[in-house]
């Protein structure tokens, strides 16, 4: 299903941020939040993978239930490493779109990769 | 004693200290940056070997002078003393200056340098503001004490707190700020711009012009929301990422200056940029001083010249178009779209933080430093660009930026000439 990406700032992720190889700061960032309705149209139950892709990457993630109220067709990124591997850096303005970025999401049992694996990935 | 806390912009001063850390006035980002034990870098480290600090000021002074454009970026989080010293030692250098602003509220910087900025103080929202609107910004989990010290709950001169306090937030999303607020306005993605435009034509007396839905809100919506704006004695509107980060950028943060200067044709608001890291905002002012520019100059030509699509980090990374890379206090690695991290990784860096984060498992060199607000002193500005005195309240093993920059530019005026003035 095609869905618009954001990425925020959350509570977690602040808390977390000068901590970022603990686990803590793994699970606020290797994440994402939909709407309950996209989720039972995808299948997808709390604490499953999906697999997120742009124009410009994939990257697998743990899903979670939005508590609050991300509309449907949103999908909520926490700022990190995880939402910046399927980001542009192309900009008109020299600060890159972090926000309303064209994404598909589909169910997955492929493995959400550990801060040590996605920094080898992102850097290659 | 009374301490900051150095993690937003916000810079709570009204910590008390009395040989601990009282947790009673902390939030928990506050509580986190003061009391939670994190891993830090231990010692000076140059390709992963431990060296002393003279040895890693050594290689990255060689590394910057080696350099034909070198990029300094960061400076967020430190104190506006280091930071002047990082901005003569990119002029010295002949590189190029750049903070987490471009990252973030550079396209503010971008509307106010078109528009002006109509600011006031934080002090003034708490004291005055009897109509306050977050605009794609969410204080309750980024500035999580902004609320109770200055816009939401709390109790100023002329406005007794929430009850006489109206609060609106605008958001794609309703967030944990949309709770507090008295009225939510859900908007549609990349709309901001339509909305803005829409309430200046309401306001303007040409609602005639205004369809009947602009971004998911109805016209009559928009009259409502448009009357409460001017039934403020006194406005302040806050705003965040969720302008800057989306379609439109400088030009949403140039039609909220707008609105902002057509509703004080009626009354009275000032607009405020809610920043994040709690010295980013002297990132940019202290540039400002030295280079007449706030972000992404480039000194190469021997002269400061500003261009944001050129010189910010991300863009020049993009371009393949430095050659050194200089980190100060940010992690770039962990914030940067993954294509540029690609480039940093193969070029040299250099790293100044107190904290082992991503960037350090890229760095070439590695040098940790005391934490600006808790174990070094030094000046900062809170958001609103008021001074505040950041005091050290805990003893470290480690330099502090100042030291470890102080040393860096010694040895490049000893090798380049010139002087500098301390």
């Known amino acids: 299903m095609e869905f618009t990406l954001v990425t925020a700032r959350t509570m977690e992720q602040g808390m977390f941020v000068e901590d970022k190889l603990s686990e803590d700061y793994f699970k606020a960032t290797a994440c994402c939040e939909m709407n309950p309705e996209d989720m039972n149209a995808l299948g997808l139950k709390d604490g499953d993978r999906v697999r997120v892709t742009t124009q410009y990457g994939s990257v697998v993630l743990y899903v979670k239930r939005s508590v609050l109220d991300v509309p449907r067709g949103v999908v909520m990124i926490p700022l990190g490493i995880y939402a910046n591997r399927i980001l542009p850096s192309e900009s008109g303005t020299g600060t890159p779109i972090y926000k309303n970025v064209r994404c598909r999401v589909e169910k997955t049992d492929e493995e959400v990769l550990s801060i040590e694996e996605i920094v080898r990935e992102v850097v290659g | 004693m009374k301490v900051s806390c150095p993690f937003c912009g916000n810079v709570c001063d009204d910590i008390n200290f009395d040989g601990e850390v009282e947790r009673e006035k902390l939030c928990p980002l506050g509580e986190s940056k003061l009391t939670r034990e994190k891993r830090r870098i231990p010692y ?31 400076w967020a989080s430190t104190v506006n003393e280091a930071i002047r010293l990082g901005v003569i030692l990119a002029e010295k250098v002949g590189g190029v200056y ?8 550079g396209p503010s910087i971008l509307a106010t340098i078109e528009e002006g900025l109509p600011g006031g103080t934080l002090g003034q929202a708490k004291n005055r503001a009897d109509v306050v609107v977050f605009w794609g910004c969410n204080p309750a989990e980024a500035h999580p004490r902004h609320p109770t010290r200055y816009s939401v709950m709390v109790k100023g001169f002329l406005v007794e707190g929430r009850r006489l306090r109206k609060t609106v937030v605008v958001d794609i999303r309703k967030t944990a700020t949309a709770l507090l607020s008295s009225k939510f306005y859900m908007i549609k993605p990349n709309s901001d711009f339509a909305i803005l435009t829409a309430l200046r034509s309401i306001i303007n007396g040409n609602d005639n012009a205004v369809p009947n839905e602009v971004g998911g809100l109805s016209k009559s919506q928009l009259r409502e ?3 409460l704006l001017l039934s403020a004695r ?11 980060h989306t379609r ?26 809610m920043r994040g890291h709690f010295n980013v905002t002297g990132a940019d002012a202290v540039a400002c001083w030295e280079a007449g520019y706030g972000y992404a100059i480039d000194f190469s030509r021997g002269y400061p010249r500003f261009n944001p699509t050129e010189f910010s ?18 992690d770039p690695v962990a914030h940067f779209p993954f294509d540029v991290v690609r480039h940093m990784a193969k070029i040299p ?7 082992y984060n991503l960037t350090t498992k890229v760095a070439n060199v590695v040098i940790p430093s005391a934490i600006s607000g808790i174990e070094a002193e030094g000046t900062v500005y809170r ?15 480690f330099w502090s930026d100042y030291e470890i920059l102080k040393a860096m530019l010694e040895r490049v005026v000893e090798r380049k000439g010139g002087d500098v003035v301390w």
């Open chain 2, 44 to 74: 000076p480290m140059v390709e992963g070997e431990r060296v002393s600090y003279d040895e890693a000021i050594e290689r990255a002074v060689e590394i910057l002078l080696n350099a034909k454009r070198p990029l300094l970026y960061g």
């Open chain 2, 98 to 105: 750049d903070t987490t602003s471009s990252v973030c509220h």
């Open chain 2, 225 to 227: 929301f448009a009357e």
């Open chain 2, 234 to 244: 006194y406005g302040v509107i806050f705003f965040g990422m969720g302008a800057t």
């Open chain 2, 248 to 273: 439109g950028q400088d030009r949403n943060v140039e039609a909220l200056i707008k609105l902002v200067q057509t509703l004080n044709r009626h009354t009275r608001y000032i607009l405020q940029p």
């Open chain 2, 313 to 330: 980090a991300v863009q020049l990374l993009r371009r393949r178009d430095c050659d050194a890379m200089l980190v100060v206090g940010s």
């Open chain 2, 349 to 355: 860096v250099i790293q100044i933080d107190p904290h």
């Open chain 2, 383 to 397: 958001m609103d660009g008021v001074p505040v005195r950041l005091k050290k309240f805990r003893e470290s093993e």
